[in-house]
């Protein structure tokens, strides 16, 4: 069931995450009917994510930025003692979440809303206050307050759980001429690669006293990090 989250406490927040809808209805409005056919090419590293999650019985997983809800219904199947969240700020791209949720019979064990990763309130939406497993499956990299939107998530972790990222790397592996293609191409879509990423993550790993790990798989084509909190 798609739920409606509350707006931000301020107008400012409010405006924002509209904008922000409607500009991620008019890039994915047609592009959600083939999105998970095409991204599987190039978004490395999610699968990954999804089998190194491994939450244990009862525990809540929430996806930000969970899109067609590909990531979602995977997950659920993989680890079907867990209950799993996501939220997005497309309504566009939670309709072709809503259909594939349905279709893969998850209704009961997955739930979506409707919101954006900075003013989401997941006690109003969900009725819970934090989750043992938060994760970004390539959204960071198109969210413009990534660091707000990275700080947010950081504060729904559960004392012992985890905060996971899987995103573009900075391809140091890669010829130049490539990496520099890719990012061109990239900025089409709206999408910059977070290149300080694991600066941002040392920081707050470091005042929160939480352990931070960070792998860069396919010759740094993605960067997959995970900050784990003290319990």
Request: aromatic share 8%.
């Amino acid at each position: 069931m798609v739920h409606r989250a509350r707006g931000a406490a301020d107008g400012g927040r409010r405006e924002e995450a509209h904008d922000a809808t409607a500009r991620m209805n008019r890039m994915y409005r047609r592009q959600r009917h083939v999105y998970d056919a095409t991204r599987k090419y190039y978004l490395l590293g999610r699968d990954d994510l999804i089998e190194q999650l491994a939450p244990r019985p009862g525990d809540r997983v929430l996806e930000i930025g969970c899109g067609t809800g590909r990531n979602l219904v995977r997950a659920a199947r993989r680890w079907p003692q867990a209950r799993f969240y996501g939220i997005d700020v497309s309504t566009e791209m939670l309709g072709t979440a809503m259909e594939s949720i349905a279709r893969a019979r998850l209704m009961r064990r997955v739930r979506i809303a409707h919101a954006d990763a900075i003013g989401f309130d997941p006690a109003a939406v969900f009725g819970e206050p934090a989750f043992e497993r938060v994760y970004f499956s390539y959204t960071l990299s198109m969210i413009p307050e990534w660091q707000a939107a990275l700080d947010r998530a950081l504060g729904l972790v559960a004392p012992g759980g985890e905060l996971r990222i899987v995103d573009f790397g900075g391809q140091d592996g890669l010829p130049g001429t490539l990496r520099a293609a890719l990012r061109a191409w990239l900025s089409l879509f709206d999408v910059t690669p977070r290149d300080h990423l694991e600066a941002r993550l040392a920081a707050r790993a470091q005042a929160l006293g939480a352990v931070l790990t960070v792998e860069r798989p396919y010759r740094g084509w993605a960067q997959h990090a995970v900050i784990r909190t003290a319990c």
